[in-house]
């Protein structure tokens, strides 16, 4: 007993040493080293196996309980940005406030079958799910197409919209666009789109921002069908960590252009998109640095909103001027992508 005692005394130094290194992660920049951009990625999971080490020393009735207690009230501002709680009632509509919504709509790929009829049972479900979205007001998009486009036209009401042609994110609004405009990262798919909003006598400027992937691919595919599977092409782990840490780098560079250009806005904003990192990340850092987190502010439990295969994995923001007001927070979970919907009431 008492080697194994040991054992798990070892291992448990070590799973504190990487907590800590998990703690500095955001505020490295990941251009400058290949280790620390990939220590978030599994945050979560860290915390969870510090609470098991906890429960272990304290059945053994060990002073060694302290390690991951120590350990994990060092880290609580950081466990905040994974896990919240916040008891909230239904939003109500407001004639000050806006809904607000990013969703990475994949284009359209679960709809997508080799059976014409079996597609058109999907699609028809599609635009049957897309109604229930139409009490928001402003929608922002990624990974959209012409065929999503229709489906949004078929189920929607929003009046206005801002696209760019060949590009694949897009804001729909219910209220006039007074000024739009974009931030091209050089890619099809990675694009930052932004759009002045005007309700009644209020202006918000409202960001759809979808940065880098964690693949080679800069335009979307061509032909998508249900057996495709993202993937990377990688071996050995100084390999994996290069090849994660080269899109990380990416990813911190389009973050700085964005916050800089909100930075300067006349008006009070709205970050959205699918940032492609997690909360304990230097991408997120920068982006959210000042800014109300929709899911900080209103979210329950661990607000995951990638439906793929990394359970408790949070991409997908809303992201809030410190002048404005979040009142709400919801994922709205689905199967039409693999990334689920967050949604959320701002007050101007």
Known sequence: MKIFNRIIFILNLILIAYTLFAYLSPFINPSSTIF????????????????????????????????????????????????AINFQQEPKSRDDALTVATYNMQFAKPTLFADIETEKRANKKFEVFLKTLDDIDVLCLQEFNDKTKIHLENATTFNYDHTIEDKTVAIFSKYPIVKSGSLDFGSQVNICLWSDIKKNDKIVRVYTAHLQS??????????????????????????????????????????????????????????????????????????????????????????????????????????????????????????????????SQIQF
Not at 40 to 57: D, R
Not at 222 to 235: A, G, H, P
Not at 255 to 267: F, W
Request: proline letters at 6%; aromatic letters at 12%; hydrophobic letters at 40%.
């Open 214 to 343: 964690n693949q080679d691919k800069s335009e979307p595919p061509i032909i998508l069908d249900m057996k495709t599977e993202e993937s990377i092409n990688t071996s050995g782990v100084i390999g994996l960590l290069k090849y994660y840490n080269k899109y990380t780098s990416m990813r911190a560079a389009q973050s700085k252009e964005i916050r800089l250009h909100q930075d300067n806005s006349p008006y009070p904003s709205i970050i959205c998109g699918d940032f492609n990192d997690p909360p304990q990340s230097y991408t997120y850092r920068v982006i959210s640095k000042g800014l109300k987190d929709s899911f900080c502010e209103k979210g329950l439990g661990l607000g995951s909103t990638y439906g793929g295969k990394i359970p408790a994995l949070r991409i997908d923001y809303v992201l809030a001027d410190p002048e404005l007001t979040v009142l709400s927070h919801e994922v709205i979970e689905h199967k039409f992508s693999d990334h689920y919907i967050v949604k």
């Open 36 to 83: 620390f951009g990939v220590m978030g990625l599994g945050f979560p999971y860290l915390i969870f196996v510090n609470l098991l080490c906890i429960a272990f020393w304290l059945a053994q009735r060990s002073k060694n309980t302290w390690l991951s207690v120590v350990c994990l009230v060092a880290g609580l501002p950081f466990i905040g940005n994974i896990f």
